[in-house]
């Protein structure tokens, strides 16, 4: 069993920058994909970023450039920096981890989602 902790969700000012943490506590024996997603008031969760046990990336396009995520699997802890934030980016921030289980079946943890909130 994994659970996940957000957190580093602020308020800030376009432009501005935030570090968001997820500390992952229990087995991560079968973790093979951790990342981030959000969901916007009205709009769906998505995919933010996401990182594979092997530290391929993955990031959404309106995301490129700004955000990096990173991993420390000595920690099993998994970091957003979110860089020349805008408005558009205001959303609840989950993380997310991808368990491989028997038989091909998959399981995802989430943590309770942390508050990031861009003004102009």
């Known amino acids: 069993q994994v659970q996940l902790v957000e957190s580093g969700g602020n308020l800030v000012q376009a432009g501005g920058s935030l570090r968001l943490s997820c500390a992952a506590s229990?087995?991560?024996?079968?973790?093979?994909?951790m990342g981030w997603y959000r969901q916007a008031p009205g709009k769906q969760r998505e995919l933010v970023a996401a990182?594979?046990?092997?530290?391929?990336?993955n990031y959404a396009d309106s995301v490129k450039g700004r955000f990096t995520i990173s991993r420390d699997s000595t920690k099993n802890t998994v970091y957003l920096q979110m860089n020349s934030l805008v408005p558009e980016d205001t959303a609840v921030y989950y993380c997310?981890?991808?368990?491989?289980?028997?038989?091909?079946?998959?399981?995802?943890?989430w943590g309770q989602g942390t508050q990031v909130t861009v003004s102009s």
């Open positions: 229990g087995s991560m024996l079968n973790i093979n994909t």
């Open positions: 997310n981890a991808y368990e491989t289980g028997p038989y091909g079946l998959g399981y995802d943890y």
């Open positions: 990182i594979t046990s092997g530290g391929s990336t």
